[in-house]
């Protein structure tokens, strides 16, 4: 199963297949009838994974790809045996509303008490509870809020009351309470607004104003900075330690064609400030312009790390922060009349997102979109979706700009023309890169102007006894030991395993020193990965931590993860070993970057992939230079020679390869949104789209006529549109319509190609639905595309088998998997009876998760079932996110009513797999698991104890915190608070506007 990574993103496929004739929809019958046989995570999943990694297959990266070489403990070595899909938190719209109502009404009632500031004390609460500190004092949690660092609010336990009807004649006063709670509180950092910050809010306030007059009454920009406030340049300076623009963002900036509202594509090498550029229009757009904004990012922890970063923005400036991805966000988001929102989106929820404002007619308020990392549009059936997103809002919203931008874009020319855009493009890095291959012990320097592309640098100076040159024969020690523990290094491995052999085998010959750096902070880690993991530590971690040395992957939890990239920017880690996933993903440079092969899994490297893994090398403002080294066997390197010197590759629509996903889905919703509802419009919008640009090449054989034609057919067929397209009458003009099922598909995000087959396993499940426990749910709630790599071991299925309980073992016969069949399976006996495999496989994996959501412990379930734990928790976060596409799916379908509720509850259940107290810190953005527990155990046992929290204080309770983390975790809780008291409040004027003439009304 292919993992599709950051940057590097997907494997491609190795020959593109452009004019491969349509999968029949009908032919969808069983959910595998029309679906790849091994199709990657990213294609199958309603979300990509976070953090994937391009091309990583399950068998491939159980390989280590290098024999003997690079291993230290061979076998024994830990496996991470499958890919990772999303890991996120699903969110839960109840919890929203119970912890806003909390938030709210405990300040209601700490109205009068707010001045009130007692010391730490032994007292109990109302629970009683008393709240042990680090430092020996004992607090009440109370006291967490009310004491003298963060006294404005105070829990109250009541839950918040739901305005009925009769409650109308006091809808006044409880707006009034509101709203004053809400001033009081929301915003505020401190209870006694002081006459300084006061004044500065009122500067602040006027300097807006005078920008947004600026932008609305002159083509110049004369605004402090760039037409903002200049807080935003203190804000920048103090957040990022950014003093001065580089001199093309200057540039960029203040392009004629910003000036003019024009769509624009920019495009620079890694690392050279791109983000910086688009957060200024960003800020330009909500503070001056006053319209939303939606930033578009590739994968969940990038999204979620832009949380974080710009939440404190956002608390200062006065814009909401919201995030989309997994299943966090809103559809349609919460029309805000007073702050304008940053939907901070992936592809996929950036998708649905448009998908509803357009539905509501609202696209016309977003008035920015960003995509960072517009070569995906290139990419598999993400970037197919990616297209769809930016065509219907060019057809639909003509003063909604698209900014775009990418290191690596090749045919510029064709997204010019797709998106109507300019161009600006600059070689600007800040930190020089340079590049080098090794082959045997020689380095050689990348120069474009040398004959074969390579210049000779310099041997590389190694003493290698005969038991070191064949553990390591490709001198990665040697690599390695010129640049650590003083400078970083990211050492990119082809496959997991070799991940993990290379981390454990440099560490077995470096020398005692490299123990003694950061000794106790790596002590600190161990410590803290052995809590995380509730006890238990991966063996090769626990070797390798202490010589500054860990692997990366996606067989990792993330917890663990997150815990090891904190060490690594820390310095505590000096070294990863990891695969692609790294080489976009979360922002972790490096001194050196060394390519342990030309290839992820058993494909060689693309251009691409290669640009994005080396722009890791160089940190601004810390390195003065970056390097990468690419270690190359003779065999490869006329390809490595081939690779260096040719251009990036170029990038091409998806919509017609990813079918189903693709072109099916977009006629679909553009007849469902009634965007366009004749063949003629349809068409019209098509001649918009990157394919339609890029017919001629993509389709030679068919029109793009053909292919709509061909398109709708099959939809009408498959009982997903409505009316007639016949060659005969040829009438362009006959209006489709969408039919329920239709709808249900494109509202669940539903691949098409699963459609028929989840439609009738819901009404199966009608029948007879056995509800003695979440087991029959938690089967229709079970990703299709995550059954084709599973092997279920069938000693495993068996044991699980005879552990349920009666009724549940009726689960596998109404799904189709008779008992004989397993036991006969487990026996080893030939079977004559052909059970179809991917139900086989989809109850395999619903017995997982129905032990998982049991013992809510991913170590303890990976062994039950022999699987990694990153897959285990992939497989949680795909499920959560799966069952809330299946409750939208059956929210349009009034036979299906009865599993709302039920799905409701299930996809709470997958989204936090945790126990329920953790659940309300969980929902911050960049709070996982581990931190979650500790902050609870320290007393912050709810939203509002985090946004009112003082970081100073979070930094000494909280272990491995930095200041920089506590001062995000309580920007980013501000803003959830904020938005979500907002959010109460648009509902409570919402209920004010209802007509007074409303029967039982007082
Ligand atoms: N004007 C500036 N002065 C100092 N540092 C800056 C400036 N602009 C950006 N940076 C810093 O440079 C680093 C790289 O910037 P950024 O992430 O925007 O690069 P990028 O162009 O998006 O690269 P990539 O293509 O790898 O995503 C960041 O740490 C950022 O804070
Ligand atoms: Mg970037």
Redesign the pocket.
């Known amino acids: 199963m292919a993992e599709p990574g950051p ?1 590097v993103r997907r494997r491609s496929r190795p020959a593109r297949k452009r004019s491969r004739a349509p999968v029949q929809l009908r032919a969808a019958a069983s959910p595998l009838a029309c679906k790849r046989l091994s199709p990657s995570v990213e294609e199958a999943s309603a979300e990509p994974p976070v953090w994937a990694a391009g091309g990583e297959c399950t068998n491939d990266s159980e390989e280590d790809m290098f024999g003997d070489c690079d291993s230290f403990y061979g076998n024994d070595s830990l496996l991470a045996q499958v890919d990772d899909m999303e890991q996120v938190y699903l969110q839960d719209k109840d919890m929203d509303i119970k912890a806003a109502g909390e938030f709210m009404l405990g300040n209601l009632q700490s109205g009068t008490d707010q001045r009130k500031q007692s010391d730490f004390s032994t007292s109990e609460n109302a629970a009683g509870h008393k709240v042990e500190r680090d430092d020996g004092f004992q607090m009440n949690e109370n006291d967490l809020i009310d004491n003298k660092e963060e006294p404005e609010h105070r829990e109250g336990n009541t839950e918040f009351p739901m305005v009925s009807k009769c409650d109308l004649s006091k809808r006044e006063s409880l707006k009034d309470h509101l709203k004053s709670a809400m001033t009081g509180n929301a915003k505020a950092q401190t209870p006694l607004v002081s006459k300084t910050k006061q004044l500065k809010e009122a500067i602040l306030s006027e300097e807006i104003c005078v920008a947004r007059k600026t932008i609305e009454s002159s083509d110049d920009d004369i605004g402090p900075f760039y037409g903002l406030p200049s807080k935003v340049k203190d804000l920048l300076r103090q957040f ?7 001199e093309w ?1 200057h540039d960029c900036l203040t392009l004629e064609s910003l000036h003019q509202r024009k769509n624009l594509i920019y495009s ?9 550029v688009a957060e200024i229009l960003i800020l330009q757009e909500l503070l001056c312009r006053q319209k939303d904004v939606l930033m578009i990012l590739p994968y969940v922890a990038i999204v979620q790390e832009k949380v974080w970063g710009l939440s404190s923005f956002g608390v200062e400036l006065g814009f909401l922060v919201e995030e989309y991805a997994g299943s966090k966000g809103r559809f349609p988001p919460i029309k805000r009349r007073i702050k304008n929102s940053l939907y901070i989106a992936t592809i996929e929820k950036g998708h649905a997102l448009v998908n509803s404002l357009i539905e509501t007619e609202r696209i016309d308020h977003l008035g920015l979109v960003v995509v ?2 517009l070569h995906m549009l290139g990419e598999g059936s993400r970037g197919a979706v990616l297209e769809m997103t930016l065509a219907k809002i060019l057809y639909t919203s003509k003063n909604t700009q698209i900014i775009g ?3 690596t874009l090749n045919n510029v020319g064709d997204l010019q023309k797709f998106l109507q855009a300019d161009y600006y493009t600059n070689n600007f890095r ?1 930190v020089e890169l340079k590049e080098y291959i090794k082959i045997r012990d020689t380095i050689y320097e990348v120069d474009g102007k040398a004959e074969n592309g390579f210049t000779f640098s310099r041997l590389l100076s190694f003493k290698y006894s005969s038991n070191l040159e064949k553990a390591d024969p490709d001198h990665i020690i040697a690599l390695v030991t010129e640049v650590i523990p003083k400078y970083s290094c990211l050492i990119f491995c082809p496959t997991k395993k070799n991940c993990e052999n290379v981390a454990s085998m440099v560490c077995k010959y470096l020398n005692k020193e490299f123990r003694a750096h950061r000794e106790k902070e790596k002590k600190d880690l161990i410590k803290n990965l052995k809590t995380i993991g509730n006890g238990s530590i991966c063996p090769v971690l626990k070797h390798t931590i202490p010589f500054g040395i860990a692997y990366h992957h996606s067989g990792l939890t993330n917890d663990e993860r997150k815990g090891i990239e904190e060490a690594y920017s820390a310095g505590v880690l000096c070294l990863l070993a990891c695969t692609a996933t790294l080489a ?1 993903g979360v ?1 972790l440079p490096a001194r050196r970057v060394i390519l342990r092969a030309p290839y992820v899994a058993r494909e060689f490297l693309k251009k691409n992939q290669y640009k ?1 893994m080396i ?2 090398a160089g ?3 810390i390195d003065s230079a970056g390097e990468s080294i690419l270690i190359v066997q003779e065999k490869d390197k006329q390809l490595v020679q081939d690779l260096v010197n040719s251009p990036l590759e170029n990038c091409y629509s998806n919509l017609l390869p990813e079918f189903t996903k693709g072109i099916q889905s977009l006629l679909l919703s553009l007849v469902g949104l009634k965007i366009a509802v004749t063949l003629e419009e349809i068409y019209s919008f098509m001649c918009h789209t990157l394919l339609g640009v890029q017919q001629q090449l993509l389709s030679k054989e068919k029109s793009l006529l053909d292919i709509i034609k061909e398109g709708v057919e099959n939809l009408i067929e498959n009982g997903l549109l409505k009316g007639k397209i016949s060659e005969k009458d040829g009438n362009s003009q006959s209006i489709l319509a969408i039919t329920q099922l239709g709808k249900a598909a494109y509202k669940g995000s539903i691949d098409l190609a699963y459609c028929n087959a989840l439609y009738r396993e819901l009404k199966k499940g009608l029948e007879g639905l056995v509800l003695e426990s979440n087991l029959h749910l938690l089967y229709l709630a079970t990703p299709y595309d995550m059954i084709y790599n599973c092997n279920p071991d069938w000693m495993i299925y068996l044991r699980q088998f005879n552990q349920l309980s009666a009724a549940e073992q009726r689960v596998a016969d109404i799904v189709g998997v008779p008992e004989s069949f397993i036991t006969k399976k487990a026996s080893g006996q030939a079977i004559r009876k052909n059970v179809d495999s991917a139900i086989i496989n989809r109850l395999y994996l619903s017995f997982v998760l129905y032990t998982l959501l049991k013992e809510t412990n991913v170590w303890s379930v990976s062994e039950k079932f022999n699987m990694s734990r990153g897959y285990v928790q992939s497989l949680l976060t795909s499920a959560a996110s799966f069952a809330s596409c299946v409750l939208h799916f059956c929210e349009e379908l009034e036979e299906f009513w009865v599993y709302k509720a039920l799905l409701t509850e299930l996809t709470k259940q997958l989204t936090y797999c945790v126990k329920a107290e953790l659940i309300p810190l969980m929902e911050v953005a960049g709070v996982l698991e581990a931190r979650a527990k500790q902050l609870y155990n320290a007393g912050y046992k709810t939203l509002a104890h985090l946004a009112n929290a003082n970081p100073e204080t979070l930094v000494k309770m909280i272990e491995h915190l930095s200041r920089r983390q506590a001062k995000q975790i309580v920007s980013s809780a501000k803003m959830l608070l904020s938005e979500k008291a907002e959010a109460l409040q648009e509902e409570v004027d919402e209920l004010l506007r209802m007509p007074a003439d409303i029967p039982g009304a007082c």
């Open positions: 940057a990022r330690g950014i003093e001065t623009l580089y963002q620079l090498p890694t690392s050279g400030g791109k983000t910086l960072d990392e931008m990418s290191a800040p976009a922002n994005q722009g890791r940190r601004a403002g």
